[in-house]
């Protein structure tokens, strides 16, 4: 495998004009830590959406890279992000991935914190130090940023940089609030359950690839099509239509712009009624209608989450071939609880344990690990679609999910890949 040494090296690993990507990329772990280095500990990565932590004293216990942190929300409701270091001799301060708690309190030597940070416990300090220990100074440390959009939290390590609102761009802001405003108060709930595995592969390999249903979902397809007694599963012809579109949402984000492939009518029940009704009175009939026909966002946004309604989804890269995902299913605040019953049971029939979907893709994804490493021709080809790319305005659109000047191709193009790998190239070379 290539050693990289210098910034300058990473273009050798890409020929994208041709199509072709070096398998390094994937599969180097030189390559691996200076992806820690240059996009994980120095830009922002998502943490968690504010409504895990409703209460004073909530806390979850996330990653930015390998740094652990502890997202909170102390006892006058402001939200923290807080590295999980103890300011005495550096253990770990909370270990439990969700709680609540009015103090953090190092199982060391007894340290103890307040969920806004302050130092208020120093056992056994009288004449232990001389002056008197500065309490104040001592204090847990923040992260260097933080910020959020409409609840999703991010965070960074560099005090520098790029703003959240930059790193996001328009279009992928436009991507979450399609998402939130499924909801008619445009609010999601993600406290319910979480489904964590792990993945031999690496965390490039995120999906939003058109091309793989018809085959790696084959088994799917065939279970969907037998559910509507004998109907074709819509997914199977869409490889052929062109109104389905992978888009570049700038910034390394992209997504499979399902929007135009319509969802249907919501089911005749009283809760679906209610359900329009309250999104038609949120939103006017028109905006309503194409908010439940879009589907909803499929995007990825870099580098570690992913918006497919109803899923929220998390990815904490662990090496070159590893890497941690989780999946949280959004529920929707102000809508009939049938909504959101019928989102989860969506996420755990997809993407949970014995789910049909997320089981194929990880299989494809560790073969495809396996050939990242053979070294007789390492270039991968992802040239599909490149005479066919354009720049689309998406006039079609209502203006507040419009995506404008973004380039796009076929569904089925590798068009997704190549955006993110320009974007990954540029952070690899920041100087
Ligand atoms: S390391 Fe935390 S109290 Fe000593
Ligand atoms: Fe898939």
């Known amino acids: 495998m ?31 830590e200076r992806e820690m280095e240059q996009i994980f500990h120095r830009g922002w990565v998502f943490v968690g959406h504010d409504s895990e932590i409703p209460e004073p004293g909530d806390y979850v216990l996330r990653w930015i890279g390998r740094q652990s942190v502890i997202m909170n929300r102390d006892s006058h409701g402001a939200v923290h992000l807080f590295m999980n270091r103890c300011r005495h001799r550096a253990n770990s301060v909370c270990q439990f991935e969700q709680g609540n708690s009015a103090f953090f309190r190092c ?18 300090a009288d004449g232990a130090y001389e002056p008197q220990l500065d309490k104040a100074g001592f204090s847990l440390v923040p992260a260097p940023r933080m910020a959020a959009y409409r609840g999703f939290v991010w965070g960074s390590l560099s005090a520098e940089g790029p703003s959240l609102d930059e790193h996001l761009g328009v279009a992928a802001k436009r991507a979450i609030d399609l998402f939130c405003d499924h909801s008619p108060v445009g609010e999601i709930d993600v406290r319910h359950g979480a489904n964590k595995s792990v993945i031999y592969a690496n965390w490039k390999f995120q999906g939003g690839d058109g091309y793989h249903p018809p085959f790696t979902h084959q088994a799917d397809f065939g279970t969907m099509r037998n559910q509507r007694a004998g ?39 009283p809760w679906a009624k209610e359900y329009l009704a309250s999104m038609i009175g949120s939103y006017g009939a028109e905006r309503a209608a194409y908010i439940l026909n879009s589907g909803g966002p499929h995007s990825i946004l870099m580098p570690n989450i992913q918006l497919l309604n109803p899923d929220l989804r998390v990815l904490r ?34 993407m949970g344990p014995a789910g049909s979907v997320n089981v194929d893709d990880v ?69």
């Open 2 to 32: 290539t050693t990289i040494a210098q910034p300058s090296d990473v273009s050798s690993l890409l020929r994208l004009d041709e199509g072709f990507v070096h398998s390094d990329v994937y599969a180097s772990p030189a390559i691996f």
């Open 317 to 350: 890269p662990i090496a070159a071939d590893q890497f941690e995902i989780t999946f949280y299913c959004a529920f929707l605040k102000g809508v009939p609880k049938e909504v959101n019953t019928a989102r989860l049971r969506l996420t755990e029939s997809r």
């Open 107 to 124: 199982a060391y030597h007894g340290w103890t914190y307040k969920s806004d940070g302050e130092l208020v416990g120093v056992p056994y």
């Open 231 to 269: 109907r074709t599963s819509p997914l199977l012809g869409m490889i052929k239509k062109d109104t389905t579109l992978s888009r570049d949402l700038g910034n390394g984000h992209f997504c499979l712009d399902l929007r135009t492939m319509g969802r249907g009518p919501l089911p005749d029940a």
């Open 363 to 431: 299989e494809m994804f560790e073969r495809n690990q396996l050939g990242m490493q053979q070294m007789v021709e390492p270039w991968k080809y992802i040239g599909r679609g490149m005479a066919r790319e354009r720049v689309d305005n998406d006039d079609a659109a209502p203006p507040e999910y419009r995506y404008e000047n973004c380039r796009v191709a076929h569904y089925s193009d590798e068009l997704t890949q190549r955006a993110q790998l320009r974007w990954w190239a540029a952070q690899m070379e920041r100087p």
